[in-house]
T-cell receptor
Framework: GEEVAQTPKHLVRGEGQKAKLYCAPIKGHSYVFWYQQVLKNEFKFLISFQNENVFDETGMPKERFSAKCLPNSPCSLEIQATKLEDSAVYFC????????????FGDGTRLSIL | GQQLNQSPQSMFIQEGEDVSMNCTSSSIFNTWLWYKQDPGEGPVLLIALYKAGELTSNGRLTAQFGITRKDSFLNISASIPSDVGIYFCAGRNSGGGADGLTFGKGTHLIIQP
C-alpha cells in the first residue's frame, strides 16, 4: 500500500498480559522501524529491520520486548508480561533501501496497560 | 546517547505571523528531518535535508541543514490555522541504511485567533 498501516489503533491490556502490535510497511520499502512515544511526546527508537533481518536493536528492552518481520506477513512487535510503564503510542515507520530516503510513519497503536 | 535540543518548547502566535524553531546537537548528524504531528496521528514528513548547508523549501516552509552538521532550523511564513500542531526535528547518523532517528522533544505551535 501507499501508507504504513498499523493495527490495532487502540489496545488495552491488564498488567502482566501480552500485547502484540502489527505493521504493514509501504510496498517496496525494505526498512522497517519501531518507535515508542510516551506522554511527554518523546520518541524512543526501539528496533529496525532490513527486510526480515534485525538491523539495529539497541533501543529494545530485551527482557520482554520482541519483534519480527517475516516474508509475506505484517511486521509485529510483541510485549510479554506488560507493565504500566509500557503504556505509550507505538509507531512503525518504513523507508526505501536507496540512499537519502526519509522514514514514513504510520498512525500508531495506542497501548494502555491497566 | 545522542540528544537533540529543540526550541522553543511552545509558541503562541497570531495568524499571519512567521514562525522559527531550531534544533541543536552536541554531535554530528548526516541527515536532518522535520516532521509535524497532529493529535492521534503519526508524524508527517515536512522537509528532509541531506547535505550540510542545504536550504530547502516546501511551500511556506523553509529548513536549513547547519554547516557544522550540529543544527537545523525550520521557518514557517505567514502562519495559518492548519499549521497548529507539534513539530519535531529528527537526526540520523547516516544518509541511508536502517539507522534509527533521534528526535527532539517537539515545538508545540498554537495560533491565537
Amino acid at each position: 500500500g501507499e501508507e504504513v498501516a498499523q493495527t490495532p489503533k487502540h489496545l488495552v491490556r491488564g498488567e502482566g498480559q501480552k500485547a502484540k502490535l502489527y505493521c504493514a510497511p509501504i510496498k517496496g520499502h525494505s526498512y522497517v522501524f519501531w518507535y515508542q512515544q510516551v506522554l511527554k511526546n518523546e520518541f524512543k527508537f526501539l528496533i529496525s529491520f532490513q527486510n526480515e533481518n534485525v538491523f539495529d536493536e539497541t533501543g529494545m528492552p530485551k527482557e520482554r520486548f520482541s519483534a519480527k518481520c517475516l516474508p509475506n506477513s505484517p511486521c509485529s512487535l510483541e510485549i510479554q508480561a506488560t507493565k504500566l510503564e509500557d503504556s505509550a503510542v507505538y509507531f512503525c515507520a518504513s523507508s526505501r533501501r536507496t540512499r537519502n530516503q526519509p522514514q514514513h510513519f504510520g498512525d500508531g497503536t495506542r497501548l494502555s496497560i491497566l | 546517547g545522542q540528544q537533540l535540543n529543540q526550541s522553543p518548547q511552545s509558541m503562541f502566535i497570531q495568524e499571519g505571523e512567521d514562525v522559527s524553531m531550531n534544533c541543536t546537537s552536541s554531535s554530528i548528524f548526516n541527515t536532518w528531518l522535520w516532521y509535524k504531528q497532529d493529535p492521534g496521528e503519526g508524524p508527517v514528513l515536512l522537509i528532509a535535508l541531506y547535505k550540510a548547508g542545504e536550504l530547502t523549501s516546501n511551500g511556506r516552509l523553509t529548513a536549513q541543514f547547519g554547516i557544522t552538521r550540529k543544527d537545523s532550523f525550520l521557518n514557517i511564513s505567514a502562519s495559518i490555522p492548519s499549521d497548529v500542531g507539534i513539530y519535531f526535528c529528527a537526526g540520523r547518523n547516516s544518509g541511508g541504511g536502517a539507522d534509527g532517528l533521534t528526535f527532539g522533544k517537539g515545538t508545540h505551535l498554537i495560533i491565537q485567533p
